[in-house]
């Protein structure tokens, strides 16, 4: 009986071996899906209040970045603050402080099921540029 159960200690071993790869994968697989990821939009025209572009905006989902260009001589910067639609609490904000045909990216990680409003803001700005849900297509 000794010698039987030696010989099927490998097998158990293996199969053993298997789960144990299989289940480290399946954690890594989890773990890389739970990185915040918003759509992608942009470039879009940013307006002041006078209808004229003062700017532009771009979200890119891949490393939750957001770019914010000037491009008018106004003295004013061109600006988007980011809002949870929910609550309409203000999380983050970009601003482009260096001037016409000059622009300021940053990135935030984003909540992957949260929806978020993007809003040109500033002097004689106010509009929404977009609202998305992280992680929607």
């Known amino acids: 009986m000794a010698a039987s159960a030696t010989r099927k200690a490998p097998r158990f071993q293996k199969a053993g071996r298997a789960l144990a790869v299989g289940a480290t994968a399946t954690a890594c697989v989890a773990l890389m899906s739970g990185v915040a990821e918003a759509k992608s939009w942009g470039p879009y025209a940013m307006e002041n209040i006078y209808e004229q572009k003062v ?17 008018r001589a106004d003295s004013y910067a061109p600006k988007v603050k980011v809002y949870r639609y ?6 983050w904000t970009v601003t482009a402080n260096k001037g016409k045909g000059k ?10 099921k949260t929806k978020y409003e993007f809003w040109n803001s500033g002097t004689n700005m106010n509009q929404l ?7 929607s297509n």
């Open 55 to 71: 700017g532009t905006a771009k979200f890119v989902a891949n490393g939750d970045k957001l770019t914010v260009c000037d491009t």
């Open 86 to 91: 929910s609550d309409k609490k203000l999380l």
């Open 103 to 112: 622009c300021v990216t940053a990135s935030k990680n984003l909540g992957e």
């Open 129 to 135: 540029l977009r609202t998305t849900t992280a992680g």
